[in-house]
Nanobody, 119 residues
Framework: QVVQSGGGAVQAGASLRLSCVVSGSRSGVSSVAWFRQTPRQAPGSEREGVAGISSDGSTTYAESVAGRTTISQDYLQMNMLKPEDSGTYYC?????????????????WGQGSQVTVSS
C-alpha cells in the first residue's frame, strides 16, 4: 500500500515536500519512485519519471529536476520550483531492488498529489 501526502499551490522559486508511506511489503524490501502527469503532456501520455530510489539507497533523477530535487524512501523534496513542474505527482513502489523510471515497472501507486507552481 502506498499513501502519499503533501502538495499544494506555491510560487516559482519555492520549495515543496511530498511524503510517501509504503507498507505491506512481504520481503521488507521496496524501491520507490515519483512520477508526474503534467498539462504539457499529450493526452494519453505515459506518466513522466521524476526521481527514484532503490532499496539499497541508489538514486536517479530526471534531467529536468536534477540538482534541485532530493528523494528518500519517505519523501520527495523539490526546490526552486518552476511553473513547468506543475502537475499531479504519484508515488509508486515495487517490492524489489529497482531503479528504472518506467511506470509499468511499479506495482503499487499512491492516490496522487496536485502541485501548482505559479509564475
Amino acid at each position: 500500500q502506498v499513501v502519499q501526502s503533501g502538495g499544494g499551490a506555491v510560487q516559482a522559486g519555492a520549495s515543496l515536500r511530498l511524503s510517501c508511506v509504503v507498507s505491506g511489503s512481504r520481503s521488507g524490501v521496496s524501491s520507490v519512485a515519483w512520477f508526474r502527469q503534467t498539462p504539457r503532456q499529450a493526452p494519453g501520455s505515459e506518466r513522466e519519471g521524476v526521481a527514484g530510489i532503490s532499496s539499497d539507497g541508489s538514486t536517479t533523477y530526471a534531467e529536468s529536476v536534477a540538482g534541485r530535487t532530493t528523494i528518500s524512501q519517505d519523501y520527495l523534496q523539490m526546490n526552486m520550483l518552476k511553473p513547468e513542474d506543475s502537475g499531479t505527482y504519484y508515488c509508486a513502489a515495487v517490492p524489489m531492488r529497482w531503479l528504472r523510471l518506467v511506470p509499468a515497472d511499479y506495482t503499487y501507486w499512491g492516490q496522487g498529489s496536485q502541485v501548482t507552481v505559479s509564475s
